[in-house]
């Protein structure tokens, strides 16, 4: 059985990856030195007096290739002889190499649209990219050691890794999401770290811009004075174009507070410039205040890191709405150090020496830019971020309901004194509109009573009360009623008719002889021959003037239920007392 492993094939595809990243680095680096050059080379054809054949140009080229990765050049055609540093960095060319670098990274863990393609590591990828650029840097550095501006080895060791790796982390960043630390306060902080610096770059350079169309006369009397051709002039603007960011940094540190050094002997502040400047004719340095002291006019550069801190202080309150207060200034106060950090790597790039003696010393200094951020932060941002935390939470918290309106009690209506009879009258009128029920079939009696007989009335009344539904019967008065009932001889014999029956007519029975009374209950206190319900004597008229159940009007329709309420209805109030 053959086993087959994977190993050797991983290894291949990692080890292919590597070589291509590195390759890639490579490729990054000649594309930038390849760029400068094309420009190099189309400054020197288009000069009527060129100083040098096309070898001095491509020296220049890569010294200014070298200078767009922070390493210092030095001059050594000078008018005393003696080699001078150059190490003022023009930072819009610092942005082709960082952009070559980072695309080359990130390109590198792209997938892109072969996801089968073997990737390495992120860590594997800004060695392999970062190894590739700096071979080439390398041998960059080499070559212009023969040229007119050579490099300097020290700042070349230290400064030419430091941009390339960065720039490759950072693509390598890009490639992975740009995740962030995954504590939300360093994060936080980072976020308005970052916004604050922007802030504060984008006012000095609306600040620079300011003074430089102040003194727009002195800046076109320099460039005019720097070439008279055209070839000469358009090289001056791009090297104008190439120091413009440096401007909005010392825009910043000027505003900050430090400001920047004029040569060992001078420095400007809005406070006022002090010393003796050696400033070289240059366009850009026109828009250097005056000597003497500032005005209130040079003291209003000051809302730029003001509103620096603002932007970075609420960044940070927005964020630390459900945040302790301690952790809100933490964070603020982190914000801080990360502008101040960016800060004094930015004015540490966009100064440095422009010669020896007094011009050894030319621009903001870095430590002194980055501690007046921090301090801008810390005093401003902090008091700003819990602030806007605290009236975040003040607007987060859950407003009260309002209570519902009460409705107002109806007052109550007293009773009229004919409440009585209105009820009685609404009593009276439900029963007309009730709906009368059907009455129940006769039953016939158990012996047949004479047509002529005439019944009594209580006889009647009380088997009419006896078939009503819903009655629990009594068996004495059921036996009573069950009874024939006895006329008396006079009413018998008025009207029965008299002498002989009439031939065709049917053969009446004879009256059945009365039941034997029952038997008399012990213990009740009745007589024997009286029965539970006994029939009251008749009134006149016909009228019963003991039955409870009888009409005392004479209707035959009577129902002792019609004059009760029913059950739905109010019982009438009683009337009020004397």
Avoid at 24 to 49: E, K, M, Q
Avoid at 220 to 241: I, K, N
Avoid at 262 to 273: I, R, V
Avoid at 408 to 419: C, L, R
Wanted: glycine letters at 12%; a positive charge.
């Amino acid at each position: 059985m053959t086993h087959v492993t994977e190993h050797p094939l991983v290894q291949g595809g990692r080890s292919a990856a590597f070589a291509t990243a590195c390759v890639r680095g490579g490729v990054a680096a000649g594309l930038g030195l390849g760029a400068l050059a094309v420009l190099v080379i189309v400054a020197w054809i288009s000069s009527p007096y060129p100083d040098s054949g096309p070898v001095g140009a491509l020296h220049v080229a890569a010294g200014i290739w070298l200078l767009a990765h922070g390493v210092d050049l030095v001059r050594t055609d000078t008018l005393s002889g003696l080699p001078a540093p150059l190490g003022i960095v023009p930072l819009l060319l610092v942005a082709l190499p960082v952009w070559l670098v980072h695309r080359a990274a990130r390109d590198t863990l792209d997938p892109g649209d072969d996801e089968v393609r073997p990737r390495p590591s992120p860590g594997g990828a800004v060695a392999a990219v970062a190894g590739g650029y700096l071979l080439v840097a390398a041998a960059v550095v080499v070559y212009s050691e023969s040229g007119p501006l050579p490099a300097d080895l020290i700042t070349a060791g230290l400064w030419l890794p430091a941009v390339v790796t960065g720039a490759a982390g950072a693509g390598v960043w890009t490639a992975l999401g740009r995740p962030l630390p995954g504590q939300r306060q360093a994060a936080a902080a980072l976020r308005a770290a970052g916004l604050g610096t922007l802030t504060l770059l984008g006012g000095g350079a609306v600040a620079a811009a300011v003074s430089l169309a102040w003194h727009a006369g002195r800046a076109q009397a320099s460039f005019d004075g720097l070439a008279g051709e055209w070839s000469g002039r358009v090289t001056v603007l791009l090297l104008v174009l190439a120091l413009l960011p440096n401007m909005a940094v010392w825009g910043a540190a000027y505003g900050l507070g430090p400001g920047f050094s004029l040569g060992t002997g001078a420095l400007a502040t809005p406070l006022g410039l002090v010393g003796d400047p050696t400033v070289p004719p240059f366009p850009l340095l026109a828009a250097l205040p005056a000597e003497g002291r500032g005005t209130w006019v040079h003291w209003t550069v000051a809302a730029v890191p003001l509103a620096a801190a603002l932007v970075q202080g609420h960044r940070v309150g927005r964020a630390a709405r459900s945040w302790p207060a301690r952790d809100a200034a933490l964070t603020a106060l982190g914000a801080a150090w990360g502008c101040g950090a960016a800060v004094a790597v930015l004015a540490g790039a966009a100064g440095g020496p422009l010669g020896t003696g007094r011009l050894s010393a030319f621009g903001p200094v870095w430590w002194q830019a980055g501690a007046a951020a921090v301090l801008w932060g810390a005093c401003v941002g902090v008091p700003v971020a819990l602030g806007v935390r605290a009236w975040g939470r003040r607007s987060l918290r859950p407003k009260k309901p309002w209570p519902a309106p009460v409705a107002p009690i109806a007052p109550v209506t007293p009773v009229a004194q004919d409440a009585p009879v209105a009820l009685g009258v609404r009593a009276w009128g439900r029963r007309i509109l009730r709906p009368k029920k059907p009455r129940p079939a006769p039953v016939a009696p158990d012996a047949p009573v004479a047509p002529d007989a005439p019944v009594a009335p209580v006889a009647r009344a009380r088997s009419r009360w006896a078939l009503r539904p819903g009655l629990r019967s009594v068996p004495a008065a059921s036996a009573a009623m069950d009874a024939p009932v006895a006329v008396p001889a006079s009413t018998a014999s008025a009207g029965a008719p008299s002498g002989p029956a009439e031939p065709g007519a049917p053969d009446r029975p004879a009256a059945e002889a009365p039941r034997p009374p029952a038997p008399a209950e012990t213990g009740t206190g009745r007589d024997p021959g009286s029965t539970p319900y006994a029939d009251p004597p008749a009134g006149p008229a016909g009228y019963l003037t003991g039955d409870p159940f009888a009409d005392p009007f004479g209707d035959p329709g009577y129902e002792p239920y019609d004059y009760l309420p029913a059950a739905w209805e109010p019982s009438p109030p009683p009337p009020p007392a004397d």
